[in-house]
């Protein structure tokens, strides 16, 4: 269901790119950051979400979900692939790492940022303004980096 939004929200915002060129966007979380594949971009951000853990059902938020997409154009398709950044509850001892819930509007702006971002990438069109913000959310728990993927992997702003 999280995959329909993003795809929705991305086809709206991909209608700015060159005209007749189909771009795809993929949920794959084997994507490493710092590594895309040769001939792909990387691009690394961050956002806000809400969690839950699924032992226990405590719900936390976060502003440093780190989200990495890596795009790549062929001809006149393109791809990009999103990796969404896993948190852990902190309250159980082997909780699993949870998806993000990203609301509607952070993924308006993430899709907006990233469509930018392809244009400079794949069309060697000039960097247009700078990123939006997102829309942050109340935290009340510390970030714990060993609960992070992000932290794990060395990409969180949280550090
Ligand atoms: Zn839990
Ligand atoms: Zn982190």
Same mark, same amino acid.
């Given at each position: 269901?999280?995959?329909?939004?993003? @795809?929705?929200?991305?086809?709206?915002?991909?209608?700015?790119?060159?005209? %007749?060129?189909?771009?795809?966007? $993929? =949920?794959?979380?084997?994507?490493?950051?710092?590594?895309?594949?040769?001939?792909? @971009?990387?691009?690394?951000?961050?956002?806000?979400?809400? =969690?839950?853990?699924?032992?226990?059902? #405590?719900?936390?938020?976060?502003?440093?979900?780190?989200?990495?997409?890596?795009?790549?154009? #062929? %001809?006149?398709? %393109?791809?990009?692939?999103?990796?969404?950044?896993?948190? @852990?509850?902190?309250?159980?001892?082997?909780?699993?790492?949870?998806?993000?819930?990203?609301?509607?509007?952070?993924?308006?702006?993430?899709? #907006?940022?990233?469509?930018?971002?392809? #244009?400079?990438?794949?069309?060697?069109?000039?960097?247009?303004?700078?990123?939006?913000?997102?829309? @942050?959310?109340?935290?009340?728990?510390?970030?714990?980096?060993?609960?992070? $993927?992000?932290?794990?992997? %060395?990409?969180?702003?949280?550090?």
């Amino acid at each position: 269901m999280a995959l329909a939004r993003w @795809k929705s929200t991305f086809k709206r915002e991909a209608d700015g790119l060159p005209c %007749g060129d189909t771009w795809n966007l $993929e =949920f794959n979380s084997s994507i490493s950051p710092r590594r895309p594949q040769p001939g792909w @971009k990387e691009y690394v951000t961050q956002t806000t979400a809400r =969690f839950s853990c699924s032992l226990c059902g #405590k719900r936390w938020s976060s502003n440093n979900v780190m989200v990495v997409f890596h795009m790549h154009r #062929k %001809g006149r398709t %393109g791809t990009v692939k999103v990796s969404r950044f896993r948190q @852990k509850c902190q309250k159980c001892r082997h909780a699993p790492m949870e998806d993000p819930s990203i609301n509607k509007t952070n993924i308006c702006i993430l899709m #907006k940022n990233l469509v930018k971002k392809i #244009k400079n990438n794949c069309y060697n069109a000039a960097l247009q303004g700078r990123e939006s913000p997102y829309n @942050k959310l109340l935290v009340t728990s510390r970030h714990m980096p060993a609960h992070c $993927e992000g932290c794990i992997e %060395g990409i969180c702003t949280n550090n």
